[in-house]
């Protein structure tokens, strides 16, 4: 039963426009969704976080949006930049059923192109 | 650099061999985390310890043996693997276990390859 989903396992964006990367979720106790980053051959890398008492949280070019209603949050990468190309991961904790741990999705893999 | 090291990075082993992974963390944390990350497939956590304490174990298969000795260090012991224990094993640590809005911080794992 996969908790978390990313259905994009790839995004494919030019230099300079904006990279959305989508998450939906089917645990309505989670209350804290993390967005980590990996290139290859190294360890995921925390980017920014939202708990659910928000429905934005932004940092530099990355934003993150909650859509509790409908489960799912987005990651907006603006402007996008060939160092963005990577795997991007969504993830979900919720303290009370989870124990704060960890359910991640598959991964959607970045492509963003010069 | 994330403050979470992984030795080996790489490891081969045949399946009657006893090999042992490392992670030490330099960040004060108190929660220490074993993952697998097989090809196509999300992150699945296998243990967690909070405080030296084992509080998860996610039916991991006993060939998989985890020790932690303080807050700084988790093993992960490998015994009679097979080749589908073959993946990317990630460990992660973060201030405590259980907390709200907690963040995990990753190391840059060890690559097994089982024969």
């Known amino acids: 039963d996969q908790q978390v989903k990313q259905n994009s396992p790839s995004l494919s964006v030019q230099e300079g426009r904006i990279s959305i990367l989508n998450c939906d979720y089917t645990?309505?106790?989670?209350?804290?969704f993390l967005w980590y980053k990996k290139y290859p051959a190294e360890g995921p890398t925390f980017l920014i976080s939202i708990s659910s008492i928000k429905d934005k949280n932004e940092d530099g070019r990355f934003t993150v949006f909650l859509n509790k209603s409908a489960k799912h949050l987005s990651l907006h990468i603006v402007p996008s930049q060939p160092g963005d190309s990577a795997v991007y991961f969504c993830a979900a904790s919720g303290r009370n059923n989870q124990g704060g741990k960890l359910i991640f999705g598959q991964g959607t893999e970045l492509s963003v192109k010069p | 650099e994330t403050g979470v090291t992984q030795t080996p990075r790489h490891l081969v082993m045949g399946m009657t061999n006893k090999k042992s992974l490392k992670c030490e963390q330099h960040?004060?944390?108190?929660?220490m985390y074993w993952y697998k990350q097989s090809a196509k497939k999300p992150l699945e956590l296998m243990f967690v310890?909070?405080?030296?304490?084992?509080?998860e174990n996610n039916s991991v298969p006993s060939r998989f043996s985890p020790e932690c000795p303080n807050s700084s260090h988790l093993f992960l012991h490998l015994h009679t693997l097979q080749p589908e224990d073959s993946a990317l094993y990630l460990c992660?640590?973060?201030?405590?276990?259980?907390?709200?809005?907690?963040?995990?911080?990753f190391g840059p794992g060890t690559r097994l390859l089982v024969l």
């Open positions: 992660a640590s973060s201030l405590r276990s259980g907390g709200a809005l907690e963040t995990q911080y």
């Open positions: 645990n309505s106790m989670f209350d804290y």
């Open positions: 960040l004060g944390h108190n929660a």
């Open positions: 310890y909070n405080f030296k304490e084992q509080t």
